[in-house]
């Protein structure tokens, strides 16, 4: 090994072999060979059928980069070296006009990057080396078949000839001789293509085809390479957070042909069923094909087993039934990958002339469901631990499962009926275009993007869209793939609709919809439903439950939910939470009934009008509380003190000013002026949170009064107290909390004695300001506790307003200056600095203090990760966010656990 | 001493004697005595003529808040003890119906508060011991006139019956008889008035006036405890920046009499000018008169000198005419005071009966001219040291120096002439009421305060208003002294001018301007002129330059200047700035003939468009830089980049975006909506600074072009490099820096071999977000300089937008939550550790990172000083605080080795 590991004294060792004898790579070696690469050198080691080949090393991808695209120059010697070998273990050579090798070219990254960089096959070929295929498979349609895919490949992959010029060629050639299909094509069809191909090459490029085979290899490494900072592979990357310095292997393997007659065939297969979790062998195949034809979803392809086809009522035979003893020796691969990986493989393999050859495995991408079904079963198994088990789910994959799926007694209009590829049930306007639905989402609109087929260039839209329809392809194409990773509903291969891009339509079964109406697409059952479909809310249960019990028991942060709602408060409650971290008052106010009080309140000129206009929200907001309480029984429930600034409350255009002045009794001039005059350039810095109660304090005297009474009430109903918790917001000193606190604790004193009570309360305060967090130990002195307001710190530690941050922010993505979002996920260098300074402080002066966040980071994993870096006591989240927090907060602990070991 | 400190074992010494013998104080004891029983004693040691009295502490008045007003038990026998020993010296005694001892019971703090505390006179008369006084002075009338006094002082401070009562029935009894002078009522008219003002007291309180003069006492004492919290004391000590915790001490000392005919008189004198500074007699007297009478400007006072009786044309006698002997013993007192405090004292006096008696003596407010000339004359004349001299100069005082004066050629029409009481020329409308000329000013109006007198209630608007008229009072009266204190130009006593408030009028000669009316008054020679009179720019020489040229050589950081223009560059450099530290570039933007291009700029829709726009602005940028480096030759002049959103360059209004419309061939429903869709919620927080530059990096390379090739052309004209600085706006990480930086570079480089020229720059950045303090590190990777602009990095790290926080920060103030407002002073705890952590991460990986401040805050003392502690290298303020930050550059460098030694 240690040998192997350098080619000669100095030269570093740039490739590693495998499948011909011993592999010089392992499972193990991700980061150095990609995962394609060290998971053949790991099939190989178990002796499973795997074509020859040899893996360019990732640090190649890095010295490519930093040569800005040369190649090194010890690297050739190791490839002729390596190719050498592969053509022994073949008993072909490379480029030899008898016996050629023929070679595939594919990438491989340390994460999947499925169908992100390029791949080219049937390397190898050039006029004079197809002869020799032709001879030596007897089959001169195949030969040239191959011939004329490679062209096409490598041409689009290597040349940048856009791949449509071949495809129209291909079309003319096929409407001009009458045929419908390709098989219909003969030998001589596909010579007469291949010069239709070579031609429009050379007029592209001004130079012929390369017949110059080790030429064709080098273009393809470089290529493969190259494919790294592709747009597409760029924002795949930024969606997944691979960072962009891992770079790439290239894989290059003796060619296996699936497309040899139709005792060959090819599949992409998973160990388990990657919808349902299923242990069942699954997955397609098509005979005489080539591996992209399956993912291309080009043709519909035929179940691997007899049980599959037989649900799916299909009529084409399946695997089991076509070829037993392929079928059988499959079914043992698969035992020994499960046994190997420890989980659920997705593989590709190729049968050439009867013979199994298995091209690749990889952990097999699925869903949610699937996810917690493999995970839990194979606790049982005794193949992984529960801890193993908690950390196996991807946390924000769970918000897939808690979303609404269709009501079952809504009415449906079936408008056609393709495969189930992603489950969950989406509701939105038809678009065409990726780039539009894009933009139709960013104005708010929720979409259902409807293709013919996906490739990666429409990534952005699939992301951006609620759900995906397409015309074309099977469970692994590549819609349904993406579409299962993203955790979007989506719809594959619904082949009766007919869609017309230029005319913006979609026509099924004499229906025709138009962009912008709206459809349903269930990804459960695979129906497509016009208009809107009534949903409900999903059951958590089995596999669910169990995994959840494991992580709640693993996690050392409490979770709470951020809700203003009695409804928000009981979803919450189901969901787990275990208390309330976050009670928005203002909600509360914007209630039709209580805006006109509302507006009374801040339109009055005096303290003794704004008095009274308050007295009558009082046992509006009390029984508001009252009922919150109620449902949270002892769980603690903290309530935020109003926090927007007024005018936010007040009527903003002519028509409605006129209204509220009628109904106030005021004139709509005299509401208009003072609608002006609370106007405020800034408003995120505004007249607004304690600033508001500290020129205000008798807002802050009913909000405390509506708290305690409802507390003292709900308490005495149910005879034991409620954990109420007042939180102050926008705290930036100690002399704003003090100010307001002695006005609270007043109140809780009158309400004690006036209701002969006991109140069990605290008084505490956002942090969501940096000097909070510096003076953290002054106010801390007086704050109970503390929630980290990130939304707001974010805010003011880059000076940066969430609401205006889109006009720029795609330009710093792009540009690489934000890794991520800070809106999506903590800061940790700035952000997080703060918030640790502020835990550090706070506990400086009062050990005991109790600390969370509240705001959306707190259902974000990374977020989730990073407070139990620093130790927060809770997170609050949405409830619908509930389960991911839970889960996150085990890995979280899980993977200090690991850190420390 | 250490005998005397404690009264008995056990008993705090709350009581310290001085007059009869040796004194039991010093002036080194300010904080126990507060400034005027401090120096009463130290007049008693130096052996001048002081009354006996005795000195309650200020331990006392922190008692007394902490009891809730109580005083505490063991204060009474101390007192008495004290009284004792006053009547013993003074052969009389308290309460005693044939020789009894009057005292004045006055308030005194550490820090001077002048007429903000309550005083009370003839302490000690009652219906009988009024009968003693009028026998044993021979004067019934003198006798009668102070008790009716007393009534009314008493009534007022003690028993909270207001003055204009007392007033009214003098005013009514005047009117009746027919008396135009108080000199013309006799003893028997005072009789009645003390009826009358009795029976007032009764009716008003429901009990009669206090005859125990016990009770009087002790009222007196309470009520100038108290007086330390009223409004008006609170907002002198906000201003001053005195602590709350302070508290006064009670000064309580037997009475002598100024009114007990015409060989008895009161004063106010200062040892030197406190106008010009020069060495010479400088005061006014009023004969037969208390000393009230003077401060009150009641009575227009005499000259003491004759010279100065001449040079103000007055006919009445001065002091040194009438009273030579006393003339002469004041003279030598004064000789005393100088040599003892090494300072220009400001001195209260009474001759009764020709007898001088020293009543108060303190360090002298003074204009900054003044200021400035006796703090270099002392230390020609060997008093003081330089170091000395350049500490006594407060800051914010050379402020006024710099204002301009009018211009002499300028035509004037004079309205009124007064006494020349404050220095300096201003313009503003008439106002009548000073709440109404806080609230103009807060509207952004410049005011004049027309008041027949002020009183202390009215600071708060002497302190808004530009300038202030009064037409009653001398150069001491109290609009006199606070606004030379102020540094506000004052006219005092314009005896021609009548006003009347509620018609809100002012007529003079015929002429009636009316509330609104614009004026200019010139304190200098106490003109009032109609309308805007022309102002001409100060010129700085003589004593100014003398310590100016001391401070320089004692600071160690730098003064550079914000200058975004050549005549501000040009003011700068006459004010001594080592640079410019920040010219901002948008200023530039908005010039008429260049706006039409910025907004084509604005509004193309491709980088072309805006690169063609952007070529037009750049021959003017460059022109614009040129003059800059041209006026500046080899200072450092840095130029920060485009900050402000765009969209503060677009026309707002529709017939304002009609014309633009036209102007540059769009719609105005095309550049309407461009318009709004640039509009931002939080534009502080929006698309500026470097996020414009990085989403249009076409801008930042104009800039940068502009600016190499001003500096190229320059440079060789002038044979030496142009020392340029390129500052980046808004930087939150590094990544920002680098991407602008990298663009910089390529532009210097293109420039350098486009002219052949060998660029001088630096580029770094603005530190004014939170998380560029804490980045600091790795930005300073890559900023050869930092300048905090503390205006930003306080709005975020508030969360506080400095443009709204007008409505609340009243109540704020109000409430002591801020001690003083953070965007004029920086906040320390916040802002300030911000700026150290900045300061210690930039130099961590940059040693000799140039450190500044640019903004606002670099113009305050405070602020200043701050700076040196945490080792900035310069600070850049407005051309005009130039001199007040070398001043206080060099104060803090002074404050800093005081600390250390």
Redesign the interface.
């Known amino acids: 090994m240690s040998q192997a590991k350098k080619a000669s004294a100095g030269t570093p060792k740039w490739v590693y072999s495998f499948g011909a004898g011993a592999s010089e790579g392992s499972a193990a070696m991700k980061d150095l060979l990609g995962g394609k690469g060290a998971n053949l050198a790991e099939m190989a080691n178990l002796d499973l059928p795997v074509p020859p080949g040899f893996t360019i090393t990732t640090d190649v991808c890095a010295a490519y980069y930093k040569n800005s695209g040369g190649l090194p120059d010890e690297l050739r010697p190791q490839v002729d070296a390596a190719l050498q070998v592969v053509g022994e273990a073949t008993d072909r050579e490379f480029g030899n006009p008898e016996k050629p090798l023929l070679v595939s070219v594919r990438s491989g990254a340390r994460a999947s990057m499925p169908g992100m960089m390029d791949t080219v096959l049937n390397l190898g070929l050039n006029d004079e080396t197809v002869e020799a295929v032709a001879r030596q498979s007897g089959d001169k349609r195949f030969a040239y078949d191959s011939y004329r895919r490679f062209i096409q490949m490598y041409s689009d992959v290597v040349l940048g000839v856009g791949h449509h010029l071949f495809e129209d060629i291909l079309e003319n050639y096929r409407n001009l001789n009458g045929y419908s299909l390709d098989t219909d094509l003969s030998a001589g069809d596909w010579l007469e293509i291949i010069d239709a191909y070579k031609s429009c090459v050379e007029e592209e490029l001004g130079e012929p085809f390369p017949q110059d085979i080790h030429a064709q290899l080098w273009g393809a490494i470089a290529a493969v390479f190259g494919s790294w900072e592709t747009a597409r592979a760029k924002t795949y990357r930024r969606l997944h957070a691979i960072p962009d310095d891992w770079g790439t292997a290239v894989s290059i393997q003796a060619m296996v042909f699936g497309n040899m007659g139709d005792t060959s065939a090819t599949g992409v297969a998973f160990t388990r069923n990657p919808s349902t979790g299923a242990k069942e062998l699954y997955g397609e195949f098509l005979l005489n094909a080539q591996g992209e034809d399956v993912v291309a979803g080009i043709r519909t392809p035929q179940s691997l087993t007899e049980a599959a086809r037989l649900e799916a009522g299909d009529d084409k035979p399946s695997l089991e039934a076509v070829m037993p003893e392929v079928f059988a020796e499959l079914s043992e691969v698969y035992d020994k990958l499960e046994a190997r990986y420890h989980d659920m493989q997705d593989v590709e393999f190729t049968v050439e002339e009867g013979k199994l050859w298995m091209l690749q495995t990889r952990s097999g991408k699925r869903t949610v469901n699937a996810a917690l079904k493999i995970a839990v079963d194979m606790v049982g198994e005794g193949v992984i631990s529960k801890e193993e088990a908690v950390e196996r789910i991807d946390p924000n994959q769970l918000d897939t499962l808690l979303h609404p799926t269709l009501d079952p007694q809504a009415e449906r209009t079936i408008v056609a009926v393709g495969l189930p590829a992603s489950p969950g049930a989406a509701v939105g306007e038809i678009v065409f275009n990726p780039d539009e639905a894009e933009k139709l989402v960013a104005q708010g609109k929720s979409v259902i993007l409807v293709r013919i087929e996906t490739s990666p260039e429409d990534i952005h839209g699939m992301h951006a869209a609620a759900g995906i329809l397409t015309t074309r392809g099977g469970m692994t194409s590549h819609a349904a793939v993406v579409a299962r990773g993203m955790g979007r509903p989506c719809v594959s291969g619904a082949g009766t609709v007919h869609i017309d891009y230029d005319a913006q339509i979609m026509s099924s079964g004499g229906e025709t919809l138009k962009k912008g109406d709206v459809i349903t697409v269930d990804g459960t059952t695979g129906q497509v439903l016009k208009g809107e479909v009534a949903m409900v809310q999903p059951e958590l249960t089995g596999d669910f439950a169990t995994l959840m019990g494991w992580a709640d028991k693993l996690r050392r942060m409490k979770v709470r939910a951020n809700a203003d709602t009695p409804r928000d408060a009981a979803q919450a409650r189901e969901f787990g939470a275990e208390g309330i971290g976050l009670c928005r008052t203002e909600h509360m106010f914007f209630d039709h009934e209580r805006i006109l009080a509302v507006r009374e309140m801040i339109l009055a000129e005096s303290e003794e009008g704004r008095r009274a206009a308050l007295d009558k929200i009082l046992p509006m907001q009390r029984d508001d509380f009252a009922e919150l309480f109620e449902i949270m029984g002892a769980l603690p429930v903290t309530i935020r003190l109003l926090d927007p600034p007024l005018h936010e409350f007040l009527p903003q255009h002519d028509e409605e000013i006129a209204q509220v002045a009628q109904a106030l009794g005021t004139s709509a001039g005299k509401l208009k002026y003072r609608v002006g005059e609370l106007k ?8 607004r949170g304690c ?2 109660a ?2 205000y304090p008798e807002i802050t005297e009913m909000q405390a009064r509506a708290i305690f009474e409802a507390a003292a009430d709900v308490g005495a109903r149910a005879g034991k107290p409620v954990a109420v918790e007042v939180m102050i917001p ?1 705290i ?2 100690r ?2 909390f003090e ?1 307001l606190k002695t006005r609270i604790v007043a109140v809780a004193d009158a309400v004690q004695e006036e209701k002969a009570a006991r109140l069990t309360y605290q008084i505490g305060t956002m942090i ?4 909070a967090c ?2 953290a130990h002054e106010i801390a002195r007086e704050a109970e506790f503390f929630s980290f307001g990130t939304n ?1 710190l974010t ?7 969430r ?3 889109a ?2 922010l795609g ?2 993505t792009a ?4 890794e991520v979002d800070p809106f999506v996920s903590i ?1 940790r ?3 997080g ?2 918030m640790e300074i502020g835990v550090r402080r706070g506990r400086e002066t009062r050990p005991d203090i109790k600390l969370g966040i509240c705001g959306e980071h707190a259902g974000d994993p990374g977020s989730i990760d990073f407070c139990e870096q620093v130790g927060l006591d809770y997170v609050s989240c949405s409830p619908f966010r509930l389960p991911v927090a839970r889960l996150a907060a085990a890995q979280a602990v899980l993977r200090r656990k690991q850190a420390k070991s």
Not at 768 to 771: A, D, T, V, Y
């Open positions: 405020e350039f800034n408003p995120m810095l505004g007249h600033r508001l500290i020129t926008l930036a000193s002399e704003e100010f969501e300001l940096p000097r510096l003076r707001d805010q003011t530690a880059y000076g940066l307003s609401d205006d941050s006009s720029f330009a710093y540009r690489g200056i934000f800061d260098l700035g952000v600095e703060l």
